[in-house]
């Protein structure tokens, strides 16, 4: 009787890619737990949950904030259309790093920033406005100073029929939200390290 397996190089590559996405995100958790949402990346079930209901076709440009090991980098680049371009900023070089090294694409452009520096980032690379800013970046534990920022600095950028998405262990960023979006939708989803609200600012 035949039996089937799965190629030992893809799993060791898979295995090694979890290990190492893992490992980068617990270390850089210890180093900055204030600016790091979690030791743990997203899980399967966060990133579809926040990410399915987006209409991917006509995202030339998504904006990422805190993308960490790139669980969710890697789930947003298999739905853009192949002429997008992906934008990252994170404030560890590390991250920084372990997403250009770890992700083969010629549209991912990963940058050492402070999402507050958006604008000033997608003009210098000649990008124009965002289709679509994903941000898992904790606004619980930012001065209220730098969370304005940011938010002020998004809304700026976004294209007017654009979003933003946000996943967060706690509430805070719906303060940041509300006033600056006509619509914002709300979810929780429980599978994940920690359980997470999602929204959805447009």
Known sequence: MATRFQSPDKTSSDLARKTS???????????????????????????????????????RVVVEYGPGSGPLTRAMLQRMPHDSRLVTLDV?????????????????????????????????????????????????????????????ASAQVLSPHGQ?????????????LEPRFGKVRKSFVWRNIPPCHLYWAS
């Open 21 to 59: 996405a893992l490992g980068v995100s617990a270390r850089e958790f210890l180093r900055s737990p204030q600016l790091v949402g979690s030791a743990f990346p997203a899980s399967q079930v966060l990133v579809d949950r926040l990410l399915d209901p987006v209409d991917w076709s006509s995202a």
């Open 92 to 152: 560890s070089p590390h991250f920084t790093r372990h997403l250009q090294r770890s992700i083969d694409d010629p549209r991912l452009l990963a940058v050492t920033a402070s999402a507050s520096s958006v604008a000033e980032i997608l003009e210098r690379h000649g990008l124009g406005s965002a289709d679509l800013i994903v941000t898992g970046i904790p606004f619980s534990t930012m001065s209220a100073q730098l969370a304005d920022q940011i938010m002020d």
């Open 164 to 176: 933003v998405l946000a996943y967060q262990m706690r509430t805070a960023v719906e303060g940041y």
